[in-house]
């Protein structure tokens, strides 16, 4: 998730609003920064590994002047984070300058083809494509700016959001969005550009938010313009925001951990994107395929990791063996490291990290690695040390996630190792096509799913309200939704320092079932699948003790709510997909327990985001 701030006007210089919008942004992502500035002498372009400071440092003793300018904050996805890969990316002829947010997912088509005609690029980005093949369009048909973008945008596939300078229209900004936000600030006689409100607030509270397939034109001296790809004028509302600075960053959520609870949808189709083809309802992790053999002909595949990342891995175990028939072992990269393992070079070790920085995490890889195993990351930082110590791997997608209770990486490491094993049984030939196909389709629709359970929002709220004089809390789950219980418990934990516990529902009357009495809450996971009569039954075992019931329930259930005292319905998908609906709001209600018991959510006491020492 990158960060896009722009500024044109006559009477303020661009750089430091610049500057500062990338500062406001930074939370979406920072490997890289970059700034294009427009003034008498030319287009000058300073780029910076590292932080926004990082580029101020750079920019000191370069020439920063101009009233115009674009400016981003990069979070890698293609090419590894660099000053060469950070953004803006110049044209060819150095007239033009883009920054970008989003994936172009035809851009290796569309760099064979300008290469052909003797094109260079200067990086390995998705974006300088674009920025290329609009100066070639521009040149070789004698086209304006804005239709140039036009066109070339018709050729693109995938998300963004853009905004391009014009050495030869040094009164013009171009902006276009498809998947990707763009806001645009209305000043007087200046514009203003950003992934979202909080760069442009401090200077004027009239936006434009544009819409899917816009291209906004701001020009100097004229009114903003708003046009489709197909040159149709449109008229956009103006919308007068009433935020401060604080709340938009946040999205005008409360907290960050919300915000990411709330992003899930779009993160999960973010992840999918370019891997899953609806149309053909199929799946294909390019990592996985390009090691094809080593991953086929794996004996064994170990996953490792740590907390959240953990109970996505036993997700991932059970994925992972019921359609590839590999055994799959999860460890605790902790316990893994130092306990002399038996690791082999026909084994396939799997590194889970949402940071990819985890310390134990790391030296588990560089064990299995030591012991020859072939290794694969799934990772969600871009470029961080897990991911750079792996043969190979797929990041999950989900953006950067700031809250440190995980919530997004969660579901995106699950999806991944769905994908993961659709793909290798495909190329194992251990799944029916009928079966691959469901769960392909299933997949694709887990984002609107998501959408659904997220409406349940003010229900979890209130009952976190009756729960919140609670001192022990347990979550019970069999097959899949074991896990969940695990990971709801863990989030509870956190976040609102109370002790709670996740067990298979029928493990509870080996001994936990000695702690349930009228004070206790039990959260059940009951939906309709192969464990259904057991879990009924188990429930039982709690109401007979006076256990209060919180069950998690397929939409429609009527036996179970005459059991439990609260009731969340969730909407049906198949079994091996229920983690990713049923996590979500046990991720609402330890959020609202702990915001009704005044915790710091974002920041819980004794945590840390990365856990860089052992
Ligand atoms: C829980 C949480 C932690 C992390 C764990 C591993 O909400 O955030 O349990 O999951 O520290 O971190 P990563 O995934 O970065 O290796």
Not at 363 to 389: D, H, M, Q, T, W
Request: hydrophobic content about 40%; glycine content about 8%; proline content about 4%.
């Amino acid at each position: 998730m990158c960060g896009i701030v722009g500024y044109i006007g006559t009477n303020r210089e661009a750089y430091p609003i610049l500057i500062k919008g990338l500062q406001r942004l930074e939370y979406r992502g920072y490997d890289s920064a970059g700034v294009a500035l427009l003034n008498k002498k030319g287009l000058n372009i300073y780029k910076a590994k590292g932080k926004v400071a990082d580029l101020q440092d750079y920019c000191q003793d370069k020439d920063t002047s101009g009233t115009v300018g674009i400016a981003h904050t990069r979070w890698a996805t293609h090419g590894e984070p660099s000053a060469t890969n950070a953004h803006p990316h110049y044209s060819e002829s150095k007239n033009l300058a883009i920054i970008h947010n989003g994936i172009i997912e035809n851009f290796a088509e569309i760099k064979r083809n300008l290469e052909g005609k003797g094109i260079e690029f200067r990086s390995d980005t998705d974006t300088e494509v674009l920025v290329q093949l609009v100066e070639y369009i521009q040149e070789r048909k004698r086209l304006d700016l804005l239709t140039a973008v036009q066109v070339a945008l018709h050729q693109v596939i995938g998300a963004y959001a853009i905004a391009l300078l014009d050495k030869n229209n040094p009164d013009t900004i171009i902006a276009a969005r498809k998947q990707s936000p763009l806001v645009v600030g209305i000043g007087d006689g200046e514009f203003f550009l950003g992934s979202d409100a909080s760069p442009i607030i401090e200077y004027t509270d009239k936006m434009v938010y544009l819409e899917d397939g816009n291209i906004a034109v701001m020009k100097l001296g004229e009114e903003l313009k708003v046009v489709n790809i197909l040159n149709e004028e449109l008229s956009p509302a103006i919308h007068t925001v009433d935020l401060n600075l604080g709340q938009i960053e946040k999205g005008g959520y409360p907290h960050f951990m919300l915000k990411e609870i709330f992003e899930q949808p779009e993160c999960l189709t973010n992840c999918m994107r370019g891997r899953i083809n609806v149309e053909h309802n199929h799946v294909t992790l390019s990592a996985l395929i390009d090691h094809r053999s080593k991953l086929i002909d794996a004996k064994r595949i170990i996953i490792v990791a740590c907390g959240t990342s953990w109970h996505a891995a036993l997700i991932g175990k059970q994925i992972i063996e019921n359609l590839c028939r590999i055994p799959v072992n999860v460890e605790y990269a902790s316990e893994f490291r130092y306990r002399n393992p038996v690791v082999r070079s026909c084994d396939v070790v799997i590194a889970i990290s949402q940071s990819g920085e985890t310390a134990d995490t790391l030296a588990a890889v560089e064990l299995a690695k030591e012991k020859g195993a072939f290794i694969y990351g799934i990772c969600n930082a871009i470029g961080s040390s897990i991911p750079r110590a792996t043969d190979t791997g797929t990041y999950i997608h989900v953006g950067p996630e700031i809250g440190v209770a995980s919530t997004k990486a969660f579901t995106g490491q699950v999806t991944v190792l769905t994908m993961f094993a659709l793909t290798l049984a495909e190329a194992k030939g251990t799944v029916a096509n009928k079966d691959y196909v469901k769960i392909v389709e299933q997949l694709a629709t887990i984002p609107d799913k998501i959408r659904e359970v997220l409406k349940t929002n003010d229900t979890v709220r209130d009952l976190a309200r009756t729960f919140t004089y609670a001192h022990n809390f347990i979550y019970l789950g069999r097959g899949f939704s074991y896990p969940v219980a695990l990971e709801g418990a863990l989030k509870l934990k956190e976040i609102s320092y109370i002790h709670a516990e996740g067990y298979p529902a029928a493990e509870m009357k080996h001994g936990p079932i000695a702690l349930i009495d009228s004070d206790m809450p039990v959260v059940v996971i009951a939906t309709h699948n192969a464990m259904y009569e057991k879990v009924l039954s188990n429930m039982q075992e709690i109401k007979a003790r006076q256990g209060r019931v919180i069950a998690l329930v397929s939409k429609g259930d009527t036996m179970v709510s005459r059991l439990a005292d609260a009731v969340i319905e969730l909407p049906e998908t198949m079994e091996c997909l229920e983690p990713l609906v049923a996590t979500v709001p046990l991720q609402l209600l330890a959020y609202h327990i702990a915001v009704c018991k005044g915790k710091n959510v974002d920041q819980p006491r004794n945590l840390a985001k990365s856990v860089t020492v052992e």
